[in-house]
C-alpha cells in the first residue's frame, strides 16, 4: 500500500524558516513524480512543487519560486519542502502527494503551517 506521512509542520514567524517533511512507502521512490499542495484556511487547494525523481527536474508556483526548495533523500524514502523567508499567506495545511501521468493518485494526512507574528 502507499503510505505518505507528512511532518514538520508548526508556528513560525514572518521571514523564517521551516521544513517539512514526506515520509514515503509502498512505492519505487526514485522514479516517481512528487508534488506539494497546499490549502489555506478556507481557500481551495493550490499546487506549490513538483520533483520528478527519475530526472531531478523540479518546478514551482510562481508564489513560493526563490523561496522554497523541492528535494529528496532516496536513502531514507523522504521528500522535503524547505521553506524560507515565509509570508503570513504561506500559512495552509501542506499536503505531501504521489503523481501518476495527469493525476493525483496518492496523497498525504497533511501537515499545518502557521506563518504569524
Known amino acids: 500500500e502507499v503510505q505518505l506521512v507528512e511532518s514538520g509542520g508548526g508556528l513560525v514567524q514572518p521571514g523564517g524558516s521551516l521544513r517539512l517533511s514526506c515520509a514515503a512507502s509502498?512505492?519505487?521512490?526514485?522514479?516517481?513524480?512528487l508534488i506539494w499542495v497546499r490549502q489555506a484556511p478556507g481557500k481551495g487547494l493550490e499546487w506549490v512543487s513538483t520533483i520528478y525523481t527519475t530526472i531531478t527536474n523540479t518546478y514551482y508556483a510562481d508564489s513560493v519560486r526563490g523561496r522554497f526548495t523541492i528535494s529528496t533523500d532516496n536513502a531514507k524514502n523522504t521528500l522535503y519542502l524547505q521553506m524560507s523567508s515565509l509570508k503570513t499567506e504561506d500559512t495552509a495545511v501542506y499536503y505531501c502527494v504521489k503523481g501518476a501521468y495527469r493525476y493525483l493518485e496518492v496523497w498525504g494526512q497533511g501537515t499545518l503551517v502557521t506563518v504569524s507574528s
Open positions: 509502498g512505492f519505487t521512490f526514485s522514479s516517481s513524480a
